[in-house]
Every structure is written in C-alpha cells, then in structure tokens.
C-alpha cells in the first residue's frame, strides 16, 4: 500500500498527485499519510501533504529535513551550513510505515537530484524499497524526460509502476494537440503503463484502466523494513 512518486523535473506536480492519492485512498477507508522527507524553499508542499493527511502525521513528521535555499538538499545543505543526514528521511518512513497502513512518499525534484555528495534521490528510493511512480509534465519535452526518468528508475533495479499524466498549467491553445501527441506515443513506446491523468485544476486522478490506479498502488507491499535494513549499505 506504498508508493514513493518521482518526477521528470520539480515542478511537474508531484505534490499535486500526491494529495490527490492521499485524498483518495483516505476517501476508501485506508489511513493514508503523505510524506515529504526533504524540502527546500517554501514548505507549501509537505504543509498540502499535512493537509491531505488531515493532520494524521505532525508536520514535523511529514517533512523532517526543511531548508529556507530554493535550491537541491546538497546546494541548500552547503550554503546554510548544515548537514544532511539520510537516515533522518529513512527512520521517518519507517515510523510513518508502521503506524499508518499506506505511505505516498514524495521526493525532492527529480529522480537525479543530489541530496549529499554521493547520495541521490534515486539512492531514498530504492532504500526505501518502495515502487516508484513517475509524476510527468505533459507539455513539450515530456517525452524526453518521461523515457530517461522510466528508464533511470529501472536501472536502479527499482520496481517502476507506470507514470502519471499531469498538466501543472493552465492550457494554451495548441496544448491539446501536444498533450494527446505525448501521450499516444508515451502509450506505443513507454516500457510501463500511463496510470492515470489529472488536467489542470482536477482534484482526482482519472485512472486509465481498472487495472491500473488504486488497484496498482494497493497490491500487498512487503512488511516495512526496519531501521537497521534501511540505514544498510546497498
């Protein structure tokens, strides 16, 4: 019942989807939190995630590790003098885990932004050992982007879901064409299904197929690991 969601870039509406799932599975009756290990700049997002949570988890649970930089953990970290310590992020989830039925981690930009020096968002991720799913921008460039984060996460030997349509801005005229462009081709050539959608303004995600949506993010996670396995080198 865990999911961590990744993004093609920041600002692509992962939060945005994030609430929208946490809502939802709230709505059926399984006790959802959403979490926001790191932040950096406004703490809009993991105050939304709170929100969502209807306040199951203090802020302070939801999002751990906050940096005033606008800028990666790592540069934020530097220019504030302050360490960054993962197993802050990890030891989060866990309690978040095993109190709470069902997770909706959210990371921090995409899947290759530098939390430390030599430690990724892409190292949270497959630590957590959660399945990831890829929140994308449908707009120009999305294709791009979409088959190099699907891939990245494969790489990692992480179990990637699918991907989610999203529309972080109001349309222009055109953005029609170019939406259903990307997503047909997303749909012939992408390795793993499109999950859903949610156009500008929506409050749910549209899931593509019963198969896919609360189906997929429900099917039975393994036991949450325990603080030794997560602070474990891979």
Request: glycine share 8%; charged share 20%; proline share 8%.
């Amino acid at each position: 019942m865990n999911l961590f969601l990744t993004g093609t870039d920041t600002d692509v509406g992962k939060t945005y989807v994030a609430c929208a799932i946490v809502r939802e599975l709230r709505r059926e009756g399984f006790g959802t939190v959403g979490l926001k290990p790191i932040s950096c700049g406004s703490r809009a997002d993991a105050i939304a995630l709170h929100k969502a949570s209807e306040g199951a988890l203090e802020l302070d649970a939801v999002n751990p590790l906050h940096f005033a930089t606008p800028a990666s953990p790592y540069m934020a970290a530097i220019l504030e003098s302050r360490p960054v310590d993962p197993a802050v992020c990890r030891e989060a989830v866990r309690q978040a885990a095993a109190s709470h039925p069902s997770v909706i981690v959210e990371g921090v930009g995409g899947w290759f932004v530098p939390i430390t020096r030599d430690y990724f968002v892409s190292d949270l991720a497959a630590e957590l050992g959660l399945p990831v799913a890829v929140v994308v921008a449908n707009r120009l460039g999305a294709l791009n982007h979409t088959f190099l984060t699907v891939r990245a996460v494969k790489a990692r030997g992480v179990r990637c879901v699918g991907v989610i349509l999203n529309e972080p801005r109001a349309p222009l005229e055109g953005d029609s064409l170019l939406t259903a462009g990307n997503r047909m081709i997303l749909e012939d050539l992408l390795e793993v299904p499109i999950l859903g959608e949610m156009g500008f303004g929506d409050r749910v995600v549209r899931w593509r197929e019963p198969v896919f949506g609360l189906a997929t993010l429900l099917a039975p996670s393994p036991t949450p690991p325990t603080a030794a396995e997560l602070s474990s080198p891979l």
